[in-house]
């Protein structure tokens, strides 16, 4: 964290110095152990998942997603989501 730090600040991360971030380095932050946690409507994977997902299209989903947008998983509940996300020592957060 140190090289990304301003100098006219303590150590650690301000507003200042995220906004001068590229969208990669961004995205390395929380990797590997943040994960987030978004609702999504079956219908919206059905493109990527095809004939994988057999639920209605307005069946609500929660697919847990690496720091980086890499989907990891797709969960029908999202207490399961969040606790599976726990038991492989990461630390879910959820986004809306």
Do not use: C
Not at 9 to 28: C, I, K, M, N, V
């Amino acid at each position: 964290m140190e090289k990304y730090h301003s100098n006219n600040s303590a150590p650690g991360w301000g507003t200042q110095d995220l906004r001068h971030l590229s969208p990669e380095t961004f995205a390395e932050i929380g990797m590997p152990n943040i994960v987030y946690v978004r609702e999504v409507l079956a219908g919206e994977l059905e493109s990527e998942l095809g004939s994988e997902i057999n639920v209605p299209a307005d069946t609500r989903l929660f697919a847990v997603h690496a720091a980086n947008g890499q989907r990891m998983a797709v969960l029908d509940d999202r207490a399961a989501a969040f606790a599976g996300a726990r038991q492989y020592e990461l630390e879910p957060v959820s986004v809306h």
